[in-house]
């Protein structure tokens, strides 16, 4: 998967602190979710995400089914997804 920092232009736009933009969905665990591509990831499990950073810390850490939480930019509400990061190493 692609993802990227949003800019600040976007998270202005959207009232969001900053957050994590999916560019593209690959082959990896967010392919199993029906997360589109375009999707901003402002949160998972609650916490705060601003940057590719914070994602990566954070899923550094989890296991099992987190809840990523986010907009579409240009569309009303908030969307989430559950991922399952446990089936991610293994393509059975």
């Given at each position: 998967?692609?993802?990227?920092?949003?800019?600040?232009?976007?998270?202005?736009?959207?009232?969001?602190?900053?957050?994590?933009?999916?560019?593209?969905?690959?082959?990896?665990?967010?392919?199993?979710?029906?997360?589109?591509?375009?999707?901003?990831?402002?949160?998972?499990?609650?916490?705060?995400?601003k940057s590719v950073e914070d994602l990566s810390a954070i899923l550094k850490t989890a296991?099992?089914?987190?809840?990523?939480?986010?907009?579409?930019?240009?569309?009303?509400?908030?969307?989430?997804?559950?991922?399952?990061?446990?089936?991610?190493?293994?393509?059975?």
């Amino acid at each position: 998967s692609e993802l990227a920092t949003v800019d600040k232009a976007t998270a202005q736009k959207n009232n969001i602190a900053g957050g994590v933009i999916v560019k593209k969905i690959g082959n990896g665990p967010l392919k199993k979710t029906r997360m589109q591509e375009g999707f901003v990831i402002t949160s998972v499990d609650g916490q705060e995400i601003k940057s590719v950073e914070d994602l990566s810390a954070i899923l550094k850490t989890a296991s099992g089914t987190v809840r990523l939480e986010g907009i579409y930019p240009g569309y009303d509400g908030t969307y989430g997804y559950p991922l399952n990061l446990d089936d991610s190493d293994s393509d059975k």
